[in-house]
């Protein structure tokens, strides 16, 4: 099976069950920044994403 890239954004701020899942890294990042970005007003770059929130599923 392939791995899927997983953002649980549970993780990252309290009370937010929004979940990104992609087996593209790239695509789950991408989505991932946007979420934060519109919704959390943060701005994260694809390496903070990629080593501190990204989950290997
Ligand atoms: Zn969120």
Known sequence: MATA???DCESA???CRFVVQSEDEG???ELAK???K???GKDYTDEELQTEYL???
Do not use: G, Y
């Open 27 to 29: 695509e789950a990042i």
């Open 5 to 7: 890239h997983k953002l």
């Open 38 to 40: 519109e919704v959390h």
């Open 13 to 15: 701020a309290n009370d």
């Open 34 to 36: 946007n979420h934060m």
């Open 55 to 57: 989950q290997s599923v």
